[in-house]
């Protein structure tokens, strides 16, 4: 398979997807085909790649929450939380400026309709955004219980 090949197919990966999401989304095509797109207050990626000859996978990451305050037990939190997904592995970033936590999930989809593809994309979003609300209120929680 040439080069060529393997991007005509994460081409129509993209295109494939971009159809799925147009059913829920504002969807933007980033200048290297990339996809971008909000599901709520989160803000979400889609890639396409070929790791091998027949096995060209999606990349969904969608940022669930950014500029957490360090919390040990925020990220213990999410870390149980990710271990109960289904759809996705559940990342905590330390920055300079707090904690990012990230949702990932990478699948096969070469073939899929856009409905099943739209289904198991909005699965992993909706996680996405539940878990962002979670990890808010836990935020607002526990700085409400530091407050005199």
């Keep these: 398979m040439t ?23 504002d969807v933007h095509v980033d200048d290297d085909g990339a996809l971008s797109f909000l599901h709520g207050e989160v803000p979400c990626a889609i890639q396409a790649m070929q790791l091998a000859e027949g096995l060209t ?10 500029d957490l305050p360090e919390d040990r037990d925020l990220a213990v939190s999410a870390a149980e ?7 996705g592995t559940l990342g905590v970033v330390h920055t300079e400026r707090g904690m990012d936590v990230t949702l990932r999930y990478a699948f096969p989809a070469e073939g899929m309709k856009p409905e099943p593809l739209s289904t198991l994309l909005m699965l992993v979003v909706s996680t996405a955004s539940q878990l962002r ?12 219980e530091r407050t005199p």
């Design 81 to 87: 939380r990710a271990g109960q997904g289904l759809f």
């Design 57 to 66: 996978v999606l990349s969904l990451t969608c940022v669930v929450a950014w």
């Design 3 to 25: 080069d060529a090949d393997a991007a005509a197919i994460t081409a129509a990966l993209l295109t494939s997807a971009r159809e799925a999401l147009e059913l829920f989304h």
């Design 133 to 144: 609300g979670e990890l808010l209120a836990d935020k607002e929680s526990g700085n409400q």
